[in-house]
Protein backbone atom coordinates (compact mmCIF):
# COMPACT_ATOMS: atom_id res chain seq x y z
CA UNK A 1 0.00 0.00 0.00
CA UNK A 2 3.05 2.16 0.89
CA UNK A 3 4.60 2.07 -2.68
CA UNK A 4 1.18 2.51 -4.41
CA UNK A 5 0.84 5.92 -2.08
CA UNK A 6 4.02 6.79 -2.75
CA UNK A 7 3.97 6.05 -6.63
CA UNK A 8 0.73 7.74 -6.53
CA UNK A 9 2.22 10.82 -4.48
CA UNK A 10 5.14 11.17 -7.59
CA UNK A 11 2.80 11.20 -10.50
CA UNK A 12 0.77 13.82 -8.78
CA UNK A 13 3.99 15.81 -8.40
CA UNK A 14 5.31 15.12 -11.98
CA UNK A 15 2.08 16.02 -13.39
CA UNK A 16 1.77 19.56 -11.53
CA UNK A 17 5.34 20.21 -13.40
CA UNK A 18 4.20 19.46 -16.45
CA UNK A 19 1.23 21.04 -16.33
CA UNK A 20 0.14 19.43 -19.78
CA UNK A 21 -3.72 18.43 -18.86
CA UNK A 22 -2.57 14.88 -18.42
CA UNK A 23 -4.96 12.62 -16.37
CA UNK A 24 -3.44 10.49 -13.74
CA UNK A 25 -3.02 6.76 -14.33
CA UNK A 26 -3.07 6.44 -10.33
CA UNK A 27 -6.61 7.50 -9.73
CA UNK A 28 -8.60 5.71 -6.84
CA UNK A 29 -9.73 3.02 -8.96
CA UNK A 30 -6.74 2.11 -9.59
CA UNK A 31 -5.73 1.77 -6.10
CA UNK A 32 -8.34 0.17 -5.10
CA UNK A 33 -8.21 -2.13 -7.66
CA UNK A 34 -4.49 -2.87 -7.02
CA UNK A 35 -5.05 -2.99 -3.18
CA UNK A 36 -8.34 -5.94 -3.67
CA UNK A 37 -5.41 -7.78 -5.86
CA UNK A 38 -2.94 -7.99 -2.56
CA UNK A 39 -5.60 -9.13 -0.16
CA UNK A 40 -7.41 -11.25 -3.14
CA UNK A 41 -3.77 -13.01 -3.90
CA UNK A 42 -2.24 -13.06 -0.06
CA UNK A 43 -5.01 -15.01 1.35
CA UNK A 44 -6.50 -17.86 -1.30
CA UNK A 45 -4.21 -19.08 -2.91
CA UNK A 46 -1.74 -19.79 0.75
CA UNK A 47 -4.96 -21.04 2.73
CA UNK A 48 -5.80 -23.50 -0.26
CA UNK A 49 -2.07 -24.67 -0.88
CA UNK A 50 -2.29 -25.37 2.85
CA UNK A 51 -5.30 -27.48 2.23
CA UNK A 52 -4.22 -29.16 -0.62
CA UNK A 53 -1.25 -29.97 1.57
CA UNK A 54 -2.63 -31.62 4.71
CA UNK A 55 -4.78 -33.69 1.99
CA UNK A 56 -1.54 -35.29 0.49
CA UNK A 57 0.19 -35.81 4.02
CA UNK A 58 -3.29 -37.85 5.05
CA UNK A 59 -2.77 -39.60 2.10
CA UNK A 60 0.70 -40.02 2.73
CA UNK A 61 0.96 -41.26 6.30
CA UNK A 62 4.67 -41.78 5.91
CA UNK A 63 5.54 -38.52 4.36
CA UNK A 64 3.65 -36.65 7.49
CA UNK A 65 5.58 -38.97 9.93
CA UNK A 66 9.56 -37.98 7.78
CA UNK A 67 8.30 -34.43 7.64
CA UNK A 68 7.29 -34.46 11.60
CA UNK A 69 10.18 -36.34 12.56
CA UNK A 70 12.54 -33.10 10.81
CA UNK A 71 10.44 -30.39 12.37
CA UNK A 72 10.83 -31.96 15.51
CA UNK A 73 14.61 -32.56 14.96
CA UNK A 74 15.31 -28.59 13.90
CA UNK A 75 12.93 -27.23 16.47
CA UNK A 76 14.73 -29.38 19.51
CA UNK A 77 17.97 -27.84 18.20
CA UNK A 78 16.58 -24.09 18.62
CA UNK A 79 14.62 -24.79 21.90
CA UNK A 80 11.42 -25.13 20.32
CA UNK A 81 11.99 -21.75 18.61
CA UNK A 82 10.43 -21.19 14.55
CA UNK A 83 11.54 -18.33 12.80
CA UNK A 84 12.67 -17.30 9.11
CA UNK A 85 16.46 -18.98 9.84
CA UNK A 86 15.40 -22.43 11.72
CA UNK A 87 12.40 -22.75 9.00
CA UNK A 88 14.97 -22.65 6.24
CA UNK A 89 17.26 -25.71 8.35
CA UNK A 90 13.81 -27.66 7.51
CA UNK A 91 14.81 -28.97 3.63
CA UNK A 92 11.99 -31.49 3.78
CA UNK A 93 9.15 -28.94 4.52
CA UNK A 94 10.55 -26.95 1.53
CA UNK A 95 9.99 -30.45 -0.48
CA UNK A 96 6.47 -30.95 0.48
CA UNK A 97 5.69 -27.87 -0.45
CA UNK A 98 7.35 -27.33 -3.43
CA UNK A 99 5.56 -31.30 -4.39
CA UNK A 100 2.17 -29.77 -3.41
CA UNK A 101 2.57 -26.57 -5.61
CA UNK A 102 3.14 -28.97 -8.21
CA UNK A 103 0.25 -31.27 -7.80
CA UNK A 104 -2.06 -28.04 -6.71
CA UNK A 105 -0.58 -24.96 -8.71
CA UNK A 106 -2.76 -22.02 -7.54
CA UNK A 107 -3.12 -20.68 -10.61
CA UNK A 108 -4.34 -23.30 -13.29
CA UNK A 109 -2.31 -20.94 -16.17
CA UNK A 110 -0.33 -17.83 -16.23
CA UNK A 111 -1.56 -15.23 -19.28
CA UNK A 112 0.97 -13.23 -20.87
CA UNK A 113 1.32 -11.00 -24.17
CA UNK A 114 4.32 -11.02 -26.12
CA UNK A 115 6.06 -7.85 -26.72
CA UNK A 116 7.69 -8.59 -30.06
CA UNK A 117 7.79 -11.46 -33.08
CA UNK A 118 9.54 -14.35 -31.59
CA UNK A 119 10.16 -17.74 -33.12
CA UNK A 120 9.75 -21.09 -31.02
CA UNK A 121 13.46 -23.01 -31.13
CA UNK A 122 13.40 -26.43 -33.26
CA UNK A 123 10.01 -25.34 -34.67
CA UNK A 124 8.13 -23.12 -37.28
CA UNK A 125 5.60 -21.04 -35.15
CA UNK A 126 6.17 -17.80 -34.47
CA UNK A 127 4.50 -15.67 -32.61
CA UNK A 128 3.08 -12.22 -33.19
CA UNK A 129 3.46 -9.14 -31.51
CA UNK A 130 0.97 -8.86 -29.35
CA UNK A 131 -0.11 -11.68 -29.46
CA UNK A 132 -2.00 -13.28 -26.20
CA UNK A 133 -0.59 -16.49 -24.89
CA UNK A 134 -1.99 -18.55 -21.97
CA UNK A 135 0.75 -20.87 -20.32
CA UNK A 136 -1.00 -23.89 -18.81
CA UNK A 137 0.95 -24.52 -15.60
CA UNK A 138 -1.41 -27.38 -14.55
CA UNK A 139 -0.89 -29.12 -17.56
CA UNK A 140 3.51 -28.68 -17.15
CA UNK A 141 3.43 -29.74 -13.82
CA UNK A 142 1.98 -33.25 -14.76
CA UNK A 143 3.25 -33.73 -18.01
CA UNK A 144 5.28 -37.53 -17.22
CA UNK A 145 7.66 -35.97 -19.42
CA UNK A 146 8.87 -33.52 -17.42
CA UNK A 147 7.94 -35.49 -13.98
CA UNK A 148 8.15 -39.37 -13.70
CA UNK A 149 4.79 -40.30 -12.28
CA UNK A 150 3.40 -36.90 -12.18
CA UNK A 151 0.32 -38.08 -9.85
CA UNK A 152 2.09 -39.42 -7.21
CA UNK A 153 2.94 -37.20 -4.25
CA UNK A 154 7.00 -37.22 -4.32
CA UNK A 155 8.48 -34.66 -2.29
CA UNK A 156 11.87 -35.82 -2.63
CA UNK A 157 11.53 -34.68 -6.89
CA UNK A 158 12.67 -31.46 -5.07
CA UNK A 159 15.59 -32.94 -3.17
CA UNK A 160 19.21 -31.90 -3.27
CA UNK A 161 20.23 -34.51 -4.49
CA UNK A 162 17.10 -34.07 -7.33
CA UNK A 163 15.96 -30.51 -7.56
CA UNK A 164 18.64 -30.21 -10.61
CA UNK A 165 16.63 -32.67 -12.81
CA UNK A 166 13.49 -30.21 -13.13
CA UNK A 167 13.79 -28.73 -16.41
CA UNK A 168 13.69 -25.04 -16.23
CA UNK A 169 10.30 -23.57 -17.05
CA UNK A 170 8.25 -27.11 -16.52
CA UNK A 171 7.86 -26.01 -12.57
CA UNK A 172 6.17 -22.32 -12.26
CA UNK A 173 4.21 -22.47 -9.44
CA UNK A 174 4.85 -18.81 -8.87
CA UNK A 175 5.32 -18.13 -12.43
CA UNK A 176 8.90 -17.15 -14.12
CA UNK A 177 11.22 -14.39 -15.18
CA UNK A 178 10.12 -10.82 -14.66
CA UNK A 179 6.85 -11.05 -14.03
CA UNK A 180 8.06 -13.55 -10.98
CA UNK A 181 5.06 -13.04 -7.85
CA UNK A 182 6.32 -10.71 -6.01
CA UNK A 183 5.33 -12.35 -2.90
CA UNK A 184 7.15 -15.73 -3.46
CA UNK A 185 9.40 -15.69 -0.44
CA UNK A 186 6.69 -14.64 1.83
CA UNK A 187 4.10 -16.78 0.73
CA UNK A 188 6.27 -20.08 1.47
CA UNK A 189 7.93 -18.67 4.58
CA UNK A 190 4.62 -18.39 5.22
CA UNK A 191 3.01 -21.78 4.48
CA UNK A 192 6.05 -22.98 5.81
CA UNK A 193 5.79 -21.42 9.54
CA UNK A 194 1.87 -22.72 9.60
CA UNK A 195 2.46 -26.43 8.54
CA UNK A 196 5.87 -26.68 11.13
CA UNK A 197 3.04 -25.86 13.83
CA UNK A 198 0.16 -27.81 12.12
CA UNK A 199 2.67 -31.34 12.14
CA UNK A 200 3.87 -30.84 15.25
CA UNK A 201 0.77 -31.05 17.09
CA UNK A 202 -1.23 -32.99 14.76
CA UNK A 203 -1.70 -35.61 12.56
CA UNK A 204 -4.08 -35.73 9.41
CA UNK A 205 -5.91 -38.64 8.34
CA UNK A 206 -8.76 -39.56 5.64
CA UNK A 207 -12.04 -39.91 6.88
CA UNK A 208 -15.15 -41.25 5.69
CA UNK A 209 -16.15 -37.94 3.79
CA UNK A 210 -12.54 -37.76 2.28
CA UNK A 211 -12.80 -37.07 -1.52
CA UNK A 212 -10.56 -39.35 -3.03
CA UNK A 213 -9.84 -37.65 -5.91
CA UNK A 214 -9.95 -34.60 -5.12
CA UNK A 215 -12.91 -32.42 -7.36
CA UNK A 216 -12.31 -29.15 -7.70
CA UNK A 217 -14.78 -26.19 -7.77
CA UNK A 218 -15.98 -25.19 -11.54
CA UNK A 219 -16.97 -21.87 -10.45
CA UNK A 220 -13.79 -21.12 -8.98
CA UNK A 221 -10.95 -18.90 -10.69
CA UNK A 222 -8.36 -20.48 -8.77
CA UNK A 223 -7.35 -24.39 -8.37
CA UNK A 224 -9.53 -24.78 -5.45
CA UNK A 225 -11.89 -27.77 -4.36
CA UNK A 226 -14.67 -28.08 -3.90
CA UNK A 227 -14.24 -29.05 -0.29
CA UNK A 228 -11.28 -31.15 1.98
CA UNK A 229 -12.84 -33.32 4.65
CA UNK A 230 -9.57 -34.87 6.90
CA UNK A 231 -9.68 -36.22 10.40
CA UNK A 232 -7.18 -33.83 12.79
CA UNK A 233 -5.50 -36.11 15.85
CA UNK A 234 -3.56 -34.16 18.37
CA UNK A 235 -0.04 -36.07 19.08
CA UNK A 236 0.28 -37.88 22.08
Not at 40 to 65: I, K, Q, R, W
Not at 106 to 118: M, S
Not at 124 to 148: G, K
Amino acid sequence: MQLLINVRAEEQKMLQEEKDGSEPLFDDDVCMANAFIFFGAGFDPVSTTLSHCLYDLALNPEVMEKLYLEVKRVRDAHDGKIDYDILKEMEYLHCVISETLRLHPPAGWLERICTKAYQIPDSSLTLAENSHISIPVACLHRDAQFFPDPEKFDPDRFSVNNKNNIVPGSYIPFGDGPRLCIAERFALMEMKAAMALIVSKYTVHPCARTQIPLKLNPLSFSNTPKAIYLKICRRQ
